[in-house]
């Protein structure tokens, strides 16, 4: 029996986000470019084993002083570039792995007070981190997130960055109809979902089991519990979350994204960052996509909190990085 999850769509008459202009922000697709070629970039997903995954409901540890607006990379200074590196899965659904992945990362280096520093690597999760093996046509965060407390993850820098084991394949492209760049769609994709146990960058000199990087423990937070994922993210640094995405997120620019428009394309990970509130008084989530830089704000954007608008609140991952390891 398949279980369906419930999600608000908050709509208002006052429009406090701003899209980009369809010639701009789309390359002058077609309906029918568009719908393809945002449906590559963006997965299905099966949450019927999700929803019985056990929730973090306490932590000892958490803050409680939770302030009106708070950025990780202003908090954690000693990260700030770490956390504000925006990624690029290129032409591929691989946003459960890369979200993951930099999450980690981010996690990591605040947990060693700012002395780790590598990407860690999202071509390893695609590669090994779901059982699925779909590589560039989706997988599941929280699969991947069990995966690295399990086995661990070896590092892995950007595309073409000659960084770590195992760098990122996927070449950055055009999301957003910036004609400097290639076009998404005109891609090819290097899915490698062949999971290899070594590093296939022959620069780097560290074997692949000494490289690997583990989570002590890895949960998906209380049901949209607003207060513990500004909790989790003030403690430990940023989280993961699943959001559904609609026609017009692709065309975001800026402001609180808080209104849908057109069709569910499919769902979508991204990295929570912070919160804060605007000037009309919307509050909202401050997210990392993995766009690049020149989507929406600097590769950011914000979307409405408190409504698990999108579901951004209904799926929020994490693990405590284990730094016991040598």
Same mark, same amino acid.
């Given at each position: ?99 993951? =992945?930099?999450? +980690?990362?981010?996690?990591?280096? !605040?947990? *060693?007070? $700012?002395? &780790?520093?590598? %990407?860690?690597?999202? #071509? ?19 699969? =991947?997130?069990? +995966?690295?407390?399990?086995?661990? !993850?070896? *590092?892995? $820098?950007? &595309?073409?960055? %000659?960084?770590?084991? #195992? ?160």
């Amino acid at each position: 029996m398949r279980t369906f999850i419930s999600f608000v769509i908050f709509v208002s008459s006052v429009t406090s986000w701003v899209a980009a202009a369809t010639d701009t922000a789309f390359a002058k697709p077609s309906y029918e470019n568009f719908d393809s070629r945002t449906r590559k970039l963006v997965q299905k997903t099966n949450y019927d084993s999700w929803s019985k995954k056990p929730r973090k409901t306490f932590d000892i540890n958490y803050k409680t002083d939770i302030p009106k607006e708070f950025d990780a990379r202003q908090y954690f200074v000693n990260c700030a570039n770490v956390i504000g590196d925006v990624k690029d899965q290129g032409n591929c659904a691989s946003s459960w792995a890369v979200a993951v =992945a930099s999450t +980690f990362t981010d996690r990591l280096c !605040i947990a *060693t007070n $700012g002395t &780790f520093t590598q %990407n860690l690597s999202a #071509q390893n999760l695609m590669s090994c981190g779901d059982d699925e093996k779909m590589g560039c046509n989706g997988g599941s965060a929280f699969k =991947a997130w069990e +995966f690295i407390t399990g086995t661990g !993850i070896v *590092t892995g $820098g950007n &595309f073409d960055s %000659n960084e770590g084991c #195992q760098p990122y394949k996927n070449r950055p492209c055009d999301h957003y109809g910036d004609s400097r760049m290639t076009n998404c769609s005109s891609l090819r994709r290097t899915p490698m979902t062949i999971c290899r146990e070594k590093c296939i960058n022959k620069n780097y000199k560290v074997k692949y089991d000494d490289d690997l990087h583990k989570t002590s423990v890895n949960y998906i937070t209380s049901w949209t519990n607003v207060i513990q994922i500004q909790q989790e993210i003030m403690t430990y640094g940023p989280v993961t979350a699943l959001m559904y995405v609609y026609e017009n997120f692709m065309g975001y620019k800026k402001g609180v994204y808080k209104s849908t428009v057109g069709d569910l394309i499919g769902y979508h990970h991204v990295k929570l960052i912070g919160w804060g509130v605007d000037n009309d008084g919307n509050e909202y989530w401050l997210a990392m996509n993995s766009w690049n830089s020149n989507w929406g704000e600097n590769g950011l954007f914000k979307i409405l909190r408190g409504y698990n608008f999108c579901s951004i609140e209904l799926l929020v991952m994490a693990g405590i990085a284990d730094v016991s390891q040598p």
